[in-house]
């Protein structure tokens, strides 16, 4: 009976160990492009991928295996997600796509832990291998289809040159017009180029080939596995450097050199060694060159200090809707309509992605709750990396795909920092991989250790900590659900109205007379909320009511002059007013500048100058006062530009000016270095030619 009993129980845990990998699969295709099918048959897909829960729970007595990770995921997933969805002004255009891509992707994380698991009685510790080798082919796909589809920036023109000579067809095939951005790709890789060269100088130094063969018994195979990681290497390392993201680049470049200071003596002399090769390059090339390729992209893209204009815009976004988030994936749209980054009204020209922080656009999608629950969820990860690392230190096997695992993670949380691959992204599924991953190895570290399962029932003492555990977890989340609706009855008020005047700017109706009244009620408590107020004026053009809100906003509160000077640039009494009560802020004094600079030039000057003394990182500023004065001084405007030029180049305007201006003045030298500070094309066209003129004037 025994016996029969388990020869059914093997049946079932091999027929579910295949129908979930390809119900996964299979799905696939509807979650990650919902828009191509009908909306029921994704959401009869996406139901499909229950199943295996419910067989586990018929057969074995649980949903899923647990993991420290499963509670903070059901609170995003059933409390936060349904908020963000219910809030989103753009379901369809944007939210969507997201959602289903998230869904499918949590689904991915727990087929993970619970096909390594096996779903049984007994581990079988070889599955992580082959999940970790699943995880490598899906890195490939996502490296195939990004190099054959990828917009490549005019950073480093070698690198472009080779890069374009590769077929442009996926972007195309897969809804992108103008090709995938290459920092997203870089993003991507940032999980899986350092796990690849960590496991690829353990093969060299750990003796992983001679390992694996033996566990094997063919050592041919451990030869093979150190071929197959170098050549991983190449790809993933490769398609990174074609990026040139930088902070891909950089994320990587830290987390390996982590990596290689707990290898041990053998990782310090390589890390040595690149050093060595480093400081060379820096010599040849010019450190303050490489510094600026660093700190400032191409001279039409963004720069590292843009990037505080976002966060700055993402900050306020966070606090106003604190509560619920702007809405699964609405940051693009939403930004432009409630903190603008230009004067135009027409709110769907632009498109700015992300908060270029995943963080902070976790918290914009889901609120402030959905950024605790990921940190949570972050913070849990590198704790048991750290953990299964050290536990498992004296085997080479384990140690350096732990190794590699934390420098993955660690390099995709540094990129987190300064970029975003949002976890609702397609990409993002490589991360609920990952975790998945670390959970695996977590629960068979738990299996060698403690020597039961965490579903194992045999054990009373055990049954009976895992009970503790999920009554106070169960506690705990209703202690938060309860604080959180508290919290939203009373002081969501701000939130709500927001949420409405999202809805009707991005909508087609025009709710323009409830949204004031709405506002109008919050404004003696909420001092921002004249800002709002004074949009929704904006939005109507009814400039009189529109300063007055917005001349009280700044009675009260400094936050938003620079928001201010974007939708009213010229608007000298408000500027002034923003003067008078905030003397020394320098985006007050900016906008008191540009307001005057048409009809008291001077004046302009001096707040210019004022104002960069006090912020001198402000490329763009310089670029002003340089554009003020090239009419009437230009050695002070080459000052100028030249300062533009040294900070950010802004619009590539800084370096080229500065090189024009020196050309007037007949200092065609100057003009030259000028020219080549520049990384605009023409700029670089044009010193060439002046050296070829310098040239045949010495001949």
């Not at 809405?327 to 004067?343: C, Q």
């Not at 670390?438 to 570290?445: F, K, L, N």
């Amino acid at each position: 009976m025994n016996e029969t009993q388990t020869t059914k129980d093997d049946v079932k845990i091999r027929a579910l160990d295949i129908v979930e990998p390809l119900l996964l699969v299979a799905v696939a295709p509807l979650a990650l492009f919902p828009e191509r099918f009908p909306f029921k048959l994704v959401v009869m897909a996406l139901g499909l991928l229950v199943v295996p829960f419910i067989w586990r729970r018929l057969s074995y007595g649980y949903f899923t295996l647990p993991t420290p990770l499963s509670g903070l995921i059901g609170l995003m997933i059933f409390l936060s997600l349904p908020i963000s969805v219910w809030v989103t002004p753009l379901f369809w255009e944007y939210t969507w796509s997201k959602l289903t891509s998230l869904i499918w992707s949590v689904f991915v994380f727990f087929g993970v832990i619970n096909w390594g698991a096996s779903g049984g009685s007994v581990f079988h510790k070889q599955r992580l291998r082959w999940l970790l080798l699943a995880y490598f082919l899906i890195g490939c796909s996502f490296t195939f289809v990004s190099l054959m589809g990828m917009q490549y920036a005019g950073k480093l023109p070698g690198l472009n040159t080779l890069a374009n000579r590769l077929p442009q067809v996926a972007g195309g095939f897969f809804g992108v017009s103008q090709g995938f951005h290459p920092n997203e790709v870089g993003g991507m890789l940032t999980l899986y180029a350092p796990c690849v060269v960590v496991l690829s100088l353990g093969f060299l130094f750990g003796g992983l080939s001679g390992q694996v063969g033996r566990n094997v018994g063919k050592k041919w195979i451990g030869f093979l596995g150190a071929f197959v990681m170098l050549g991983l290497g190449l790809l993933f390392m490769g398609t990174l450097l074609l990026t040139q993201s930088r902070a891909g680049n950089a994320a990587v470049g830290i987390a390996l050199v982590v990596a290689l200071i707990v290898i041990g003596w053998r990782g310090w002399v390589l890390l040595g060694v690149g050093s060595l090769g480093i400081a060379a390059f820096l010599q040849r090339m010019g450190a303050k060159r490489v510094f600026d390729a660093l700190i400032y992209a191409g001279s039409l893209d963004l720069n590292i200090f843009d990037r505080f204009n976002i966060w700055y815009r993402a900050l306020l976004g966070i606090r106003d809707f604190a509560f619920t988030g702007m809405g699964l994936g609405t940051f693009r749209k939403v930004v432009h309509v409630l903190y603008p980054t230009s004067a135009s009204t027409d709110i769907v020209t632009a498109d700015l992605g992300h908060a270029h922080n995943l963080y902070l656009q976790t918290a914009l999608d889901f609120g402030v709750l959905g950024f605790l629950l990921f940190s949570g969820m972050v913070i849990i990860v590198l704790f048991w990396c750290v953990k299964l690392l050290i536990s498992n230190w004296s085997n080479p096997l384990k140690r350096y795909g732990i190794l590699g695992l934390l420098s993955s993670f660690l390099a995709f949380g540094l990129y987190g920092m300064v970029d975003a691959v949002a976890i609702g992204a397609k990409p993002g599924v490589a991360l609920w991989f990952l975790m998945g991953l670390v959970m695996v190895a977590r629960q068979e570290w738990f299996v060698s250790e403690k020597g039961v399962r965490q579903n194992d029932k045999s054990d009373q003492q055990h049954r009976l900590w895992l009970l503790r555990r999920r009554l106070v977890a169960e506690a705990i989340t209703l202690l938060g659900v309860c604080i959180w609706f508290i919290g939203y009855l009373q002081s969501g008020h701000l939130n709500r109205a927001l949420i409405e005047t999202a809805d009707t700017l991005l909508g087609d109706e025009n709710n323009f007379v409830s949204i004031k009244s709405e506002l109008e009620v919050l404004t003696p408590d909420v001092c921002r909320s004249n800002w709002y107020l004074g949009l929704v004026e904006h939005y109507q053009q009814h400039t009189t009511e529109r300063d007055h809100a917005w001349e009280d906003l700044l009675s009260c509160t400094p936050d938003f002059i620079t928001l201010l000077e974007v939708l009213s640039p010229r608007n000298l009494d408000l500027a002034s007013y923003a003067y008078q009560r905030y003397p020394l802020n320098p985006e007050a004094i900016f906008w008191l500048a540009a307001s005057t600079s048409e009809e008291f030039p001077e004046i302009a000057e001096g707040l210019y100058r004022q104002g960069v003394a006090i912020k001198p990182q402000d490329g763009r500023r310089w670029l002003a006062l340089g554009v003020l004065l090239r009419d009437v001084d230009k050695q002070k405007a080459l000052d100028a530009y030249l300062q533009a030029c040294y900070h950010g180049d802004p619009g590539a305007n800084g370096c080229s000016g500065a090189g024009l201006l020196a050309e007037q003045l007949g200092d065609i030298e100057a003009a030259i270095r000028y020219y080549r500070l520049s990384r605009y094309s023409r700029a670089l066209q044009r010193a060439d030619e002046l050296e070829g003129m310098l040239a045949q004037e010495g001949k």
